[in-house]
């Protein structure tokens, strides 16, 4: 019988007050009971609109219907014919505004929890499944991967299983990219990261750490005398904006990528960290997004005893998801919307003592949609910090453009390919994810890197007929 409920099983989480003080995984998952009863809220549409709203294009009534079989194996397999990383996207990928915001069931109420869902299968079959991946027979063909993260795994993994000899080429010491240095703990435990990487690693995947192309070796090297056939470019958008306003440059500002890599990838909450973050007791975030709030529950379990995010659009307008907004409320963060810094103050020793701020207005939509901000006269005032984490978005770092001739890139440093393929201007070169977006969501850049290894794949193959 269809579950009729107009709500969704609510996902269990850690208590926000002693979750507020950890690193452990906030959210711990559906029961097996609660993934089937979640299940059969799911119609099974003749036309499913959720699967338009996949950019991996999982088939999600099918997966859906064996769990609510009891089928969760056999569902497993149905979402990784398309995903190379369920437990992944089940944990960190904005389904509200792509599957589930296409659910028909939304229209009357929740949507189905299809990431809840997707969540629960790959959890049950990683602590079940004691299967080796099938190592697809060699088709004799050499692709190089740069970079790690969600665009190049997908990419890897899709040439994997066509048979090429696939080497991911990462920069820092451990595979992930920024599933490991920029998603915290609490959110995308590392070991699920770690997991999925040995997977592909037995599938033949090779993983060459501490790479970093460009300068160790460069893309026409790697094809010009180590037989690459082809290059996919998944190096990301490392490289942080910030506001220009005076006092970005005194000591106590950071970007939000250099808390959290410091955090997420060096164990700075560690008392024996080798690379420990100084404690601060008020702590401003400028931005909204994902990553600010990322930030901002960080520098929480950190230790700070204020933390607040200053935006300077409303609540309405936060680009993060809902449930971090949802989740950084119940922890304490303190929301400071319609409001912008316009300086950064400090003390006699260069350190952060305050930040400046102006309150804002909601003026007319911009090219954007979204009401312009505009200053309110007279209304500065001066919020008590002594620690400022920037989080404005970031741009592809300049290197690989730098460093490969013929590769055209726009005036934010993102690699220009072909929609179709994700060719890049360089034969033989192709790119995807934030590497040519700029900062983007991890499904997203699984998209892309499914595209280009299905153009990588055409391209290859039309050479050696």
């Known amino acids: 019988m269809p579950n009729m409920s107009k709500v969704k099983n609510p996902m269990p989480c850690q208590d926000p007050k002693v979750r507020a003080h950890n690193f452990k995984e906030v959210t711990t998952g559906y029961t097996e009971e609660m993934a089937k009863d979640e299940a059969a809220r799911c119609l099974q549409c003749k036309n499913p609109f959720c699967m338009a709203g996949c950019p ?49 069931r939304g229209k009357m109420g929740d949507p189905v929890g299809i990431g809840r869902l997707e969540r629960f299968v790959a959890d049950y079959h990683n602590e079940h499944s004691t299967a080796k ?9 050499k692709v190089a991967v740069v970079g790690s993260g969600p665009a190049g795994l997908t ?46 690693k037995a599938m033949g995947v090779k993983v060459e750490t501490n790479m970093v192309i460009g300068k160790v070796i460069s893309i026409d090297e790697l094809m010009q005398e180590y037989g690459f056939e082809a290059v996919f470019v998944g190096s990301g958008a ?34 024996d960290c080798d690379t420990p973050i100084k404690q601060s007791k008020n702590v401003a975030i400028v931005g909204g997004g994902n990553v600010a709030m990322d930030a901002a529950r960080t520098a929480l379990r950190l230790g700070a005893e204020n933390v607040y995010i200053v935006y300077r659009r409303g609540m309405e307008e936060l680009p993060a998801r809902k449930e971090e907004v949802e989740h950084a409320e119940e922890e304490g963060i303190i929301f400071k919307t319609l409001n912008n810094p316009v300086e950064i103050l400090g003390d006699e020793q260069g350190w952060v003592k305050g930040m400046k701020v102006i309150k804002m207005e909601l003026g007319e939509p911009d090219a954007s949609g979204r009401r312009r901000p505009v200053e309110v006269p007279g209304s500065e005032y001066v919020l008590d910090v002594d620690c400022v984490i920037m989080s404005l978005g970031t741009n592809p770092n300049p290197l690989i453009k730098s460093t490969t001739p013929g590769l055209d890139t726009n005036p934010h440093g993102g690699i220009i390919v072909s929609e179709e393929s994700a060719m890049s201007s360089k034969d033989g070169v192709f790119a995807g994810g934030d590497a040519v977006t700029g900062a983007a969501t991890v499904i997203l850049a699984m998209g892309a890197g499914k595209t280009a290894a299905a153009g990588i794949h055409e391209y290859i193959q039309n050479k050696a007929k």
Request: with cysteine.
């Open 56 to 104: 991996v294009h999982i088939h999600i009534p099918e997966f859906i219907a064996l769990v609510a079989e009891g089928k969760f194996e056999e569902a497993y397999q149905v979402i990784h014919k398309s995903s190379a990383l369920p437990a992944v996207c089940g944990r960190v990928c904005p389904q509200e505004s792509q599957c589930e915001g296409k659910c028909i």
């Open 133 to 141: 991946p099938e190592v697809p027979a060699s088709n004799g063909h």
């Open 155 to 200: 990419c890897a993994g899709d040439l994997a299983q066509l048979g090429y000899e696939v080497t991911i080429f990462e920069a820092l010491h451990t595979a992930g990219g920024v599933l490991v240095y920029g998603i915290p703990e609490f959110r995308l435990p590392k070991a699920i990261v770690r997991k999925e990487i040995e997977g592909l």
């Open 238 to 271: 490392g490289l942080p904006k910030f506001m220009g306003i005076p006092g970005e440059n005194l000591k106590g500002v950071f970007s939000a990528n250099e808390i959290l890599t410091r955090s997420n990838l060096m164990k700075a909450y560690l008392p």
